[in-house]
């Protein structure tokens, strides 16, 4: 394990590698989407199917990634997933045509399953020990700064020299920037570990998969995740729906990322003592209610605030307690297969979520009810992890 200085510095970098590895390979194409389609000639519906591919794959492969870091550390996983996110980022910034978009968007999904959330929380567990949940919290506030910090980027690169020159820059952040850190600032295995590789060798897992609390745990991020991901594909156009004009939404969404820290830092000062498993369902509550206010808030700027605010802060925190409440429930060991088990639905969900929503407006349901149906989704995922966090069979 690290101490102190290491642990800031371990968490400091992993931040930064987290900036660009979610601003390059997930929130990007919300700025360049449309002048990628424009100078491929492909239509909106194949170029996020493309990019939905991305997702299914990095789900796919979320498991075997985590199970590589607890055999052979996370440097060697979250390098790796350096070197394809720069290989996808070339490959869309030399995209001519749907084919090599389709392989740009497959390449980012394996490079997503090696390098964000779940496999640098898999890292820090084998170096921080006791401090595994504020080290979670300190990665989240800064990874939280993904999206302020690359959509205006985007934007200026996209303006300046052209979307291509744009994933060409990100390109070069992998390489220049992500994959140093990975490969210098992230320790090796720590020797701790090694002790344990011929047990992990014979088979020895994380006692979760053999707990039936995994299945609901499961079930209750795929549900809460699929939530998330309509609000954040399309926070802009649900607050126009409300009533906002569309400067009045973008302003109002902007709010989003600094609740989110404000989440963290809530929970890193306030909530630190409290067990992971409680602060999820009250995160998870924040998130109901936030619905609910959006459900409401026809004609309202003042709910709409409201909405974005509680929506904000009660994100911010669940993404922390998608790190530490596992740990908290089954134990460090084989954490890293277990995190890559659970991202899966997640992943899943965060893919077909925009699309479901597409298909439930394009029926005629309003929108008011489609938030009906959305806070009904969140309530089963909170039912679902209120299950998971019981205390297990015969314990």
Not at 8 to 17: D, N, S
Not at 156 to 177: D, Q, S
Not at 354 to 381: E, F, K, N, R
Request: glycine share 14%; net charge positive; charged share 10%.
């Amino acid at each position: 394990m690290i101490e102190g200085r290491g642990i800031a510095g371990l968490v400091t970098g992993l931040g930064i590698a987290q900036i660009v590895s979610w601003g390059s390979l997930y929130y990007s194409i919300s700025v360049l989407g449309v002048p990628m389609r424009t100078g491929t000639g492909v239509s909106e519906l194949f170029l996020y199917g493309a990019y939905t591919a991305g997702l299914l794959v990095s789900g796919v492969l979320s498991p075997m990634a985590g199970r590589l870091i607890d055999s052979k550390g996370g440097r060697t996983v979250l390098a790796a997933g350096s070197i394809a996110g720069a290989a996808a980022m070339a490959l869309l910034a030399l995209a001519s045509g749907g084919a090599m978009l389709v392989a740009g968007w497959i390449v980012a999904g394996i490079a997503m399953s090696a390098t964000l959330y779940d496999p640098a929380f898999a890292t820090l567990s084998q170096h921080t020990g006791e401090r595994y949940r504020r080290a979670v919290t300190l990665l989240t506030l800064l990874g939280g700064l993904a999206s302020t910090v690359f959509w205006p980027l985007a934007l200026v690169l996209n303006e300046a020299w052209g979307w291509r020159a744009a994933f060409a820059v990100f390109a070069a952040l992998h390489l220049a920037l992500c994959l140093p850190i990975h490969l210098f600032v992230v320790p090796p295995r720590p020797a701790e570990a090694r002790t344990r590789e011929s047990r992990e060798r014979s088979g020895e897992r994380s006692p979760a998969f053999g707990d039936p609390r995994l299945a609901w745990l499961n079930a209750s991020f795929g549900l809460v995740t699929f939530a998330v991901g309509v609000i954040a594909v399309r926070m802009v156009e649900l607050l126009t729906g409300v009533g906002l004009t569309p400067a009045q939404a973008v302003a109002a969404s902007t709010l989003m990322g600094p609740m989110q820290v404000a989440g963290r830092v809530l929970e890193m000062g306030f909530l630190a003592r409290t067990r992971a498993t409680s602060v999820g369902i009250a995160s998870m509550l924040l998130i109901v209610v936030a619905v609910g206010l959006l459900a409401n808030a026809a004609g309202s700027p003042a709910l709409a605030v409201a909405f974005v605010v509680s929506y904000g802060c009660g994100n911010g925190i669940y993404t922390i307690v998608r790190g530490a409440a596992p740990a908290e429930l089954f134990g460090p060991a084989g954490l890293g297969e277990l995190l890559g088990h659970l991202a899966r639905p997640s992943l899943f969900a965060r893919a077909l979520a925009p699309g479901a929503y597409s298909v439930v407006t394009a029926i005629g349901v309003g929108q008011s009810a489609a938030m009906g149906l959305l806070a009904a989704i969140l309530v089963a995922g909170l039912a679902c992890f209120a299950l998971a966090v019981r205390p297990s069979y015969g314990g």
